[in-house]
């Protein structure tokens, strides 16, 4: 089975950290851009921040730049979305995805989303004060 699923979501106020994990089981990351995708209730999806296979390259919207940050690690099969200095409008359900697309960029990734991939069922991420 191709398997992702997250965790670490949860409730925080304003100015709050929270890390987010998407472990992958059924297949190997390593070898896929990963991303990081939200939605909230009435809004768009939003492409926040993708990796590349490697880790090397890196994508963030404008909205999350500066206070998010994306790392892998291939050998746990997990990558990870480190979310500092959160506000209310980060407010949403996170969604890890794999992109499965012969040829991406971690841009491409983010911004289109994967037309061909495997996602997880989302973790809720809520900031309140």
């Known amino acids: 089975q191709v398997q992702i699923v997250e965790s670490g979501g949860g409730s925080v106020q304003p100015g709050e950290s929270l890390r987010l994990s998407c472990v992958a089981s059924?297949?190997?990351?390593?070898?896929?851009?990963i991303g990081w995708f939200r939605q909230a209730p009435g809004k768009e999806r939003e492409g926040v921040s993708c990796i590349s296979s490697s880790g090397g390259i890196t994508y963030y919207s404008d909205s999350v730049k500066g206070r998010f940050t994306i790392s892998r690690d291939n050998a746990k099969n997990t990558v990870y979305l480190q979310m500092n200095s959160l506000k209310p409008e980060d407010t949403a359900v996170y969604y890890c995805?794999?992109?499965?697309?012969?040829?991406?960029?971690?841009?491409?990734?983010?911004?289109?989303?994967?037309?061909?991939?495997?996602w997880g069922q989302g973790t809720q991420v809520t900031v309140s004060s």
């Open positions: 059924g297949f190997t990351l390593d070898v896929y851009a």
């Open positions: 995805a794999a992109d499965f697309s012969p040829s991406t960029t971690a841009q491409a990734t983010c911004v289109r989303g994967p037309s061909l991939g495997s």
